[in-house]
């Protein structure tokens, strides 16, 4: 119902920074949760930031304080990442999913069904 196009991941030096992208194929403001996953091969999916329905903010605490997640429109979701560390270095994925959900639960990769299909961070010492 609703597609979701990554873009922004690059390699970059220890405490540089990115913009990360996600474009949607339809609205999500006011709609849809949406957050930022990564992944590292072999481990389970990590929640970064998360945005809900009404502006609502959840951050892991990994990343608080060097990322900040932002709608700019009802398509675009961006991550910004200051400071970045060697542990950053992951395949990042966009989510979404319609309607109300708890905040405490929105940086679970389980109450999400909407994907895609990432972009690649690495960071170098």
């Known amino acids: 119902q609703v597609q979701l196009v990554e873009s922004g991941g690059d390699s970059v030096q220890s405490g540089g920074s990115l913009r990360l992208s996600c474009v949607a194929s339809?609205?999500?403001?006011?709609?849809?949760?949406m957050a930022w996953f990564r992944q590292v091969p072999g481990k389970e999916r990590e929640g970064v930031a998360a945005?809900?329905?009404?502006?609502?903010t959840s951050y892991a605490e990994s990343v608080e304080g060097r990322f900040t997640i932002s709608r700019h429109n009802g398509t675009t979701l961006s991550l910004q990442m200051d400071s970045l560390k060697p542990e950053d270095t992951a395949m990042y994925y966009c989510?979404?999913?319609?309607?109300?959900?708890?905040?405490?639960?929105?940086?679970?990769?389980?109450?999400?069904?909407?994907w895609g299909r990432g972009t690649q961070v690495t960071v170098s010492a």
């Open positions: 989510a979404a999913v319609f309607g109300y959900k708890p905040l405490q639960q929105l940086l679970s990769s389980h109450q999400y069904n909407y």
């Open positions: 339809r609205s999500t403001f006011n709609t849809y949760c």
């Open positions: 945005v809900s329905t009404v502006g609502l």
